[in-house]
Nanobody
Framework: QLQLVESGGGLVQPGGSLRLSCTAS????????IGWFRQAPGKEREGISC????????TYDDSVKGRFTISRGDAKNTVYLQMNSLKPEDTAVYYC???????????????????WGQGTQVTVSS
């Protein structure tokens, strides 16, 4: 059973940066499509980025495009979300999710992922 653990959240001032990690124990994530999601208080969970398993094609929601970057780590069991130019509206619990699909050239940000982490809080405030 794949287990995902998010880390790297915290309190940051507007304009600051954070790097979130999504780490799997005893599994490599190269064969999984990975998505990052977030849920703000009182709002539905939304997909913000994903990375395919074939050729690492990335996709971003318009709300984070140009500010966030998803990437796979050299250790093969970690996927990162680099978040720059953070805004107060980025405040949310951030989740990573995974689907086994070794040869997927695309990824989507829908809610259909099978494996989910427990989330990490990101608060952007002065």
């Amino acid at each position: 059973q794949l287990q995902l653990v998010e880390s790297g959240g915290g309190l940051v001032q507007p304009g600051g940066s954070l790097r979130l990690s999504c780490t799997a124990s005893r599994f490599v994530l190269n064969y999984y499509v990975i998505g990052w999601f977030r849920q703000a208080p009182g709002k539905e969970r939304e997909g913000i980025s994903c990375i395919s398993s074939l050729h690492d094609k990335t996709t971003y929601d318009d709300s984070v495009k140009g500010r966030f970057t998803i990437s796979r780590g050299d250790a093969k069991n970690t996927v990162y979300l680099q978040m720059n130019s953070l805004k107060p509206e980025d405040t949310a619990v951030y989740y990573c999710a995974a689907n086994w699909n070794p040869n997927s050239p695309l990824c989507t940000m829908g809610p259909h992922y099978h494996y989910w982490g427990q989330g990490t809080q990101v608060t952007v405030s002065s």
